[in-house]
């Protein structure tokens, strides 16, 4: 890897071929006492030889990687009528070297990760926390209203590479949405448009979101299920049914999700912040911040790594009870498979479900799992439980202070009070909440907080009723002065 000026480095980079790509990118299957390889072409969402999850590697020694992160800052400068235009525009795609398995030519994008770093002082001293050391980082600003859009960029690259043209995922809501979108968005290489199949619980999905997979056009399967009925039923699917799977066992969306983090550090002036606090479901991106860390840290990009911590919603803990509880590790990848399998047997065998009013995150399987375990290690994670009424106070604490961001965002801000609490994290430390959805997603859990609901529970701790009032101009300006 030597230095390299930047219009080298954009030389270099523009010109990467898909043959060179196949040389330098690989996906490799995550367990170590296995470590098959198979090349990008291949359509893999587990390895063929054990059964693990595959990670996208690439051959650093033969990428073009600026010498420091700062190189990516030129790309706001980049002129709109120029070759790279779309990509430099692009969150995740300006990112490229980070990520290089793919050429500026076979690039998906719709203007995903055009989201910045906020630093929230009112917010901070709500909380305690010293201003100057509390961001938001808000995903919710995405073209379809969450963060899955940066994995779909990456993930509906490769579909289209691979000439792939029925997307398929399970959803709780905001994959589906996403899924739906870059489908119509995305010509497949013969020109045909996509077939978007989405698969989501029956009353588990909230209507900002149905509301987007139907408008789309998607194919909206709802079954008699909860989420893991439908990632169960998906998996088994996608070769009776030729999807090409978008969840995020599908390894290319976890490149895209790398790119929040890159966004961090940017907005840091490219340092390396104290905490990362994320809402936990699936663990895509827990998955995908640690593998980010873990290759900035192996190229010589950053001398350290946050500490990451995962909030659950406590009726969906799967990930705080296995972490906390029975405390399995990830061990170099020699993480206690039959204790998590006897854990999943009991609570089965008691009839458990998810439930969570963050229909977001109500899932009790998460198939990242050991990249989780993996991060966890990485970024001396920790994992934390919070109640439903601490992610709606945590969410109606953001939306009051002027981000707003949907239910499952708010275990973000719950976490960060708890952990707080729990002088796990300092009034100083410098830390950065990940807002993962908008708040428009769900405005039915919004009013019920501040309204009180219709089947008669009370309205929440931080709400902010609708006032009656006589249509009467007199009265309106004494309840404004009272
Ligand atoms: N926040 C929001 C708004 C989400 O939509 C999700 C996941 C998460 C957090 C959890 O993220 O899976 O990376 O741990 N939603 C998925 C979906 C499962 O189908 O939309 P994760």
């Given at each position: 890897m030597?230095?390299?000026?930047?219009?080298?480095?954009?030389?270099?980079?523009?010109n990467l071929t898909m043959s060179i790509m196949n040389d330098i990118a690989f996906q490799q299957c995550m367990a170590p006492d296995c470590g098959?390889?198979?090349?990008?072409?291949?359509v893999l969402f587990a390895c063929r030889r054990c059964g693990?999850?595959?990670?996208?590697?690439?051959?650093?020694?033969?990428?073009?990687?600026?010498?420091?992160?700062?190189?990516?800052?030129?790309?706001?400068?980049?002129?709109?009528?120029?070759?790279?235009?779309?990509?430099?525009?692009?969150?995740?795609?300006?990112?490229?070297?980070?990520?290089p398995f793919a050429s500026l030519e076979e690039h998906v994008t719709i203007g995903e990760g055009r989201t910045l770093l906020q630093q929230?002082?009112?917010?901070?001293?709500?909380?305690?926390?010293?201003?100057?050391?509390?961001?938001?980082?808000?995903?919710?600003?995405?073209?379809?209203?969450?963060?899955?859009?940066?994995?779909?960029?990456?993930?509906?690259?490769?579909?289209?590479?691979?000439?792939?043209?029925r997307m398929g995922c399970a959803s709780t809501g905001n994959t589906s949405a996403s899924l739906a979108m870059y489908a119509r968005h995305t010509p497949s290489l013969n020109g045909h448009s996509m077939q978007?199949?989405?698969?989501?619980?029956?009353?588990?999905?909230?209507?900002?979101?149905?509301?987007?997979?139907?408008?789309?056009?998607?194919?909206?399967?709802?079954i008699d299920g909860d989420f893991d009925a439908c990632m169960e039923l998906v998996q088994e699917a996608v070769d009776r049914l030729g999807l090409y799977l978008m969840n995020s066992v599908n390894p290319f969306r976890l490149e895209g999700q790398k790119t929040i983090m890159y966004r961090v550090l940017e907005g840091?002036?490219?340092?390396?912040?104290?905490?990362?606090?994320?809402?936990?479901?699936?663990?895509?991106n827990t998955s995908a911040f640690g593998k980010a860390f873990i290759e900035l840290r192996e190229l010589g990009l950053v001398n350290r790594v946050p500490r990451l911590a995962v909030i659950n919603a406590r009726g969906a803990n799967t990930l705080y009870e296995l972490h906390e509880q029975e405390k399995i590790?990830?061990?170099?990848?020699?993480?206690?498979?039959?204790?998590?399998?006897?854990?999943?047997?009991?609570?089965?065998?008691?009839?458990?479900?998810?439930?969570t009013v963050a229909s977001a995150i109500e899932i009790?399987?998460?198939?990242?799992?050991?990249?989780?375990?993996?991060?966890?290690?990485?970024?001396e994670g920790v994992v934390r439980q919070v109640s439903d009424e601490a992610i709606l106070d945590g969410k109606a604490l953001v939306g009051a202070h002027g981000y707003g961001c949907e239910p499952a965002s708010g275990a973000s801000v719950a976490g960060l009070r708890l952990l707080l609490d729990e002088r796990v994290i300092s009034h100083s430390d410098r830390v950065v909440c990940i807002l993962t959805g908008h708040q428009l997603k769900d405005p039915d859990v919004t009013l019920n907080y501040h309204r009180g609901s219709r089947d008669g529970t009370g309205v929440g701790s931080f709400a902010n009723s609708p006032v009656p009032c006589a249509t009467d101009i007199e009265a309106i300006a004494k309840l404004l002065d009272a």
């Amino acid at each position: 890897m030597g230095t390299r000026t930047p219009i080298q480095l954009q030389l270099l980079s523009n010109n990467l071929t898909m043959s060179i790509m196949n040389d330098i990118a690989f996906q490799q299957c995550m367990a170590p006492d296995c470590g098959a390889t198979y090349g990008l072409g291949e359509v893999l969402f587990a390895c063929r030889r054990c059964g693990a999850l595959l990670d996208i590697r690439y051959d650093w020694s033969r990428c073009p990687v600026p010498k420091s992160l700062s190189f990516f800052e030129s790309r706001w400068q980049t002129p709109i009528r120029s070759r790279e235009a779309r990509a430099d525009f692009s969150g995740v795609w300006r990112f490229r070297e980070l990520l290089p398995f793919a050429s500026l030519e076979e690039h998906v994008t719709i203007g995903e990760g055009r989201t910045l770093l906020q630093q929230a002082d009112e917010l901070a001293v709500t909380l305690g926390v010293k201003p100057g050391c509390l961001y938001l980082q808000y995903e919710g600003f995405n073209p379809s209203g969450s963060f899955k859009d940066n994995g779909m960029a990456a993930a509906f690259t490769t579909a289209r590479r691979l000439g792939r043209r029925r997307m398929g995922c399970a959803s709780t809501g905001n994959t589906s949405a996403s899924l739906a979108m870059y489908a119509r968005h995305t010509p497949s290489l013969n020109g045909h448009s996509m077939q978007a199949v989405v698969f989501v619980g029956g009353d588990k999905i909230a209507f900002g979101k149905l509301a987007q997979a139907l408008d789309f056009g998607a194919k909206t399967i709802q079954i008699d299920g909860d989420f893991d009925a439908c990632m169960e039923l998906v998996q088994e699917a996608v070769d009776r049914l030729g999807l090409y799977l978008m969840n995020s066992v599908n390894p290319f969306r976890l490149e895209g999700q790398k790119t929040i983090m890159y966004r961090v550090l940017e907005g840091l002036g490219w340092e390396v912040p104290d905490w990362v606090i994320v809402p936990g479901g699936n663990l895509g991106n827990t998955s995908a911040f640690g593998k980010a860390f873990i290759e900035l840290r192996e190229l010589g990009l950053v001398n350290r790594v946050p500490r990451l911590a995962v909030i659950n919603a406590r009726g969906a803990n799967t990930l705080y009870e296995l972490h906390e509880q029975e405390k399995i590790r990830f061990d170099n990848g020699r993480w206690d498979r039959t204790r998590v399998e006897a854990w999943y047997a009991r609570t089965s065998a008691e009839g458990r479900r998810a439930k969570t009013v963050a229909s977001a995150i109500e899932i009790g399987r998460p198939v990242n799992l050991p990249k989780a375990l993996r991060s966890l290690e990485a970024m001396e994670g920790v994992v934390r439980q919070v109640s439903d009424e601490a992610i709606l106070d945590g969410k109606a604490l953001v939306g009051a202070h002027g981000y707003g961001c949907e239910p499952a965002s708010g275990a973000s801000v719950a976490g960060l009070r708890l952990l707080l609490d729990e002088r796990v994290i300092s009034h100083s430390d410098r830390v950065v909440c990940i807002l993962t959805g908008h708040q428009l997603k769900d405005p039915d859990v919004t009013l019920n907080y501040h309204r009180g609901s219709r089947d008669g529970t009370g309205v929440g701790s931080f709400a902010n009723s609708p006032v009656p009032c006589a249509t009467d101009i007199e009265a309106i300006a004494k309840l404004l002065d009272a």
